[in-house]
């Protein structure tokens, strides 16, 4: 059995629907099929889940709703109307608008509640649209399927374990097609929580480490994953394969194509992911697996990601002061800031952060303590900081990648802030100033690639 998630694009119109339930109907094992919210038509178009949050955040400022509303309401009776299934608007339009007009006690819950409406009426769209073919579909509610999330202490919504024993019931009648929203899930209380955008890779990864599918099919855009953004590089290299651990890395890094969080159910059950193309069904994709049988090139990708800040904190012998990071590291658990890296040195250490969390009146908290509990020599912070990322599996094995990346970055004039290598030795990470992330790629690319 496959489990097979659509992309926003994927279901942006009639005709993309029409093309993914043929994909569907195409092999008899795709029983499981997750969506998400109707994405871009054209590209100056807006995406629906983009029209929602408008809705619910128009509301919560008390203004006049129902324009924004009878915007997304239209982009779904467009979508019925081409489908010719009038039948399913009336189901749809009773769900958003309840959600939409429902009583406001917590903005952040609010938001999640409506922005959900996008996926979960993409669902039902979907399912009316098998059925009206002659084949037999079924809209899961992922309440009533037993999809229960809570938050974690930084507000990320967390997948409850039950949830596996209770979605696993879904292959009970091998004859239907079940159709799931994608990117939320439910609190036990039967509150709305959703994943971070793009979260309805989550979902699919979860269905399927949950049904222990065969593979769990990502439908997107692109024939392939690539070494690098392909907005950035004409032609960039294609992954026909990948591993879990350099997928983690690349995603965690800036790649798009898959949600960071969606591998580690796939992981944990072993269950392949095969990247492939709405648009090109018969391309093979990338196949991100547990373990590579080949290796196209010795750096499988390039990526970045900006919106990072570090913190390096001096500190005269603090080698030799037993507990010190370890203090350093309760004082940012305590202040709710999670640590993405620490690069060190014998009497300086590096704390390197999400910006988003750590905001201007964090920093002054974390740094007054670490001054005063520690009694740090100095700290310097700096706010506006990218990370780059070279993965490979391939680096273990070889000798003087860091070298030719430093010395390219270096003769493109682009200041290294930050330069760390995993322990695993599968990735590099350099960090530098925000305005240089798309350029380091591209200079990386050109040295590692040599295109």
Same mark, same amino acid.
């Given at each position: 059995?496959?489990?097979?998630?659509?992309?926003?694009?994927?279901?942006?119109?009639?005709?993309?629907?029409?093309?993914?339930? =043929?994909?569907?109907?195409?092999?008899?094992?795709?029983?499981?099929?997750?969506?998400? *919210?109707?994405?871009?038509?054209?590209?100056?178009?807006?995406?629906?889940?983009?029209? +929602?949050?408008?809705?619910?955040?128009?509301?919560?400022?008390?203004?006049?709703?129902?324009?924004?509303?009878?915007?997304?309401?239209?982009?779904?009776?467009?979508?019925?109307?081409?489908?010719?299934?009038?039948? #399913?608007?009336?189901?749809?339009?009773?769900?958003?608008?309840?959600?939409?007009?429902?009583? /406001?006690?917590?903005?952040?819950?609010?938001?999640?509640?409506?922005?959900?409406?996008?996926?979960?009426? =993409? *669902?039902?769209?979907?399912?009316?649209?098998?059925?009206?073919?002659?084949?037999?579909?079924?809209?899961?509610?992922?309440?009533?399927?037993?999809?229960?999330?809570?938050?974690?202490?930084?507000?990320?919504?967390?997948? +409850?374990?039950?949830?596996?024993?209770?979605?696993?019931?879904?292959?009970?009648?091998?004859?239907?097609?079940?159709?799931?929203?994608?990117?939320?899930?439910?609190?036990?209380?039967?509150?709305?929580?959703?994943?971070?955008?793009?979260?309805?890779?989550?979902?699919? =990864? /979860?269905?399927?480490?949950? +049904?222990?599918?065969?593979?769990?099919?990502?439908?997107?855009?692109?024939?392939?994953?690539? *070494?690098?953004?392909?907005?950035?590089?004409?032609?960039?290299?294609?992954?026909?394969?990948?591993?879990?651990?350099?997928? $983690?890395?690349?995603?965690?890094?800036?790649?798009?194509?898959?949600?960071?969080?969606?591998?580690?159910?796939?992981?944990?059950?072993?269950?392949?992911?095969?990247?492939?193309?709405?648009?090109?069904?018969?391309?093979?994709?990338?196949?991100?697996?547990?373990?590579?049988?080949?290796?196209?090139?010795?750096?499988?990708?390039?990526?970045?990601?900006?919106?990072?800040?570090?913190?390096?904190?001096?500190?005269?012998?603090?080698?030799?002061?037993?507990?010190?990071?370890?203090?350093?590291?309760? /004082?940012?658990?305590?202040?709710?800031?999670?640590?993405?890296?620490?690069?060190?040195?014998?009497?300086?250490?590096?704390?390197?952060?999400?910006?988003?969390?750590?905001?201007?009146?964090?920093?002054?908290?974390?740094?007054? $303590? &670490?001054?005063?509990?520690?009694? #740090?020599?100095? &700290?310097?912070?700096?706010?506006?900081?990218?990370?780059?990322?070279?993965?490979?599996?391939?680096?273990?094995?070889?000798?003087?990648?860091?070298?030719?990346?430093?010395? #390219?970055?270096?003769?493109?004039?682009?200041?290294? $802030?930050?330069?760390?290598?995993?322990?695993?030795? &599968?990735?590099?990470?350099?960090?530098? *100033?925000?305005?240089?992330?798309?350029?380091?790629?591209?200079?990386?690319?050109?040295? +590692?690639?040599?295109?």
């Amino acid at each position: 059995m496959k489990v097979s998630k659509f992309g926003g694009t994927s279901l942006a119109n009639a005709f993309q629907i029409q093309k993914v339930c =043929s994909i569907v109907l195409s092999d008899p094992d795709r029983k499981v099929v997750v969506v998400s *919210a109707p994405g871009k038509r054209t590209k100056d178009d807006i995406k629906v889940t983009d029209l +929602l949050i408008d809705v619910a955040t128009t509301r919560i400022a008390g203004n006049d709703y129902k324009k924004p509303l009878e915007l997304v309401i239209d982009r779904f009776r467009e979508i019925c109307g081409e489908l010719e299934i009038p039948d #399913a608007l009336p189901a749809v339009e009773k769900a958003v608008t309840e959600v939409v007009e429902a009583a /406001i006690y917590d903005n952040v819950s609010y938001i999640d509640s409506v922005k959900a409406m996008g996926e979960d009426s =993409s *669902a039902r769209i979907v399912t009316e649209y098998l059925n009206s073919t002659g084949h037999k579909a079924h809209y899961c509610n992922p309440r009533e399927c037993g999809l229960f999330l809570e938050h974690n202490d930084i507000g990320k919504a967390v997948i +409850l374990d039950e949830s596996y024993d209770n979605l696993s019931t879904l292959r009970k009648d091998e004859d239907t097609i079940y159709i799931f929203p994608g990117f939320y899930g439910y609190t036990k209380a039967g509150q709305i929580i959703t994943f971070s955008r793009g979260g309805s890779d989550i979902t699919g =990864s /979860i269905l399927a480490a949950a +049904l222990s599918a065969e593979v769990y099919e990502n439908w997107t855009d692109v024939d392939n994953v690539y *070494a690098v953004n392909p907005n950035l590089v004409n032609n960039p290299f294609p992954i026909r394969e990948i591993t879990y651990d350099e997928m $983690r890395e690349l995603a965690y890094a800036g790649f798009t194509v898959l949600h960071e969080d969606a591998l580690y159910p796939a992981y944990v059950r072993g269950i392949p992911i095969n990247i492939k193309n709405t648009n090109n069904p018969s391309a093979n994709g990338t196949w991100i697996v547990s373990k590579r049988t080949h290796y196209d090139s010795l750096i499988t990708g390039i990526a970045g990601e900006k919106g990072f800040s570090s913190v390096t904190i001096s500190k005269y012998l603090m080698n030799q002061q037993v507990g010190f990071l370890w203090n350093i590291m309760r /004082i940012f658990m305590e202040e709710g800031v999670s640590i993405e890296h620490i690069p060190s040195g014998i009497d300086t250490i590096s704390v390197v952060v999400r910006k988003k969390y750590f905001t201007p009146e964090k920093q002054e908290i974390i740094c007054n $303590r &670490i001054m005063k509990e520690l009694n #740090a020599d100095n &700290i310097k912070v700096e706010r506006d900081l990218a990370i780059v990322m070279i993965v490979g599996e391939a680096m273990a094995n070889s000798v003087g990648i860091m070298a030719r990346a430093a010395s #390219a970055l270096s003769n493109a004039g682009i200041n290294l $802030r930050i330069v760390n290598q995993g322990a695993s030795e &599968i990735s590099m990470m350099f960090g530098v *100033a925000e305005s240089y992330c798309s350029y380091a790629q591209k200079v990386l690319y050109k040295e +590692l690639f040599r295109y």
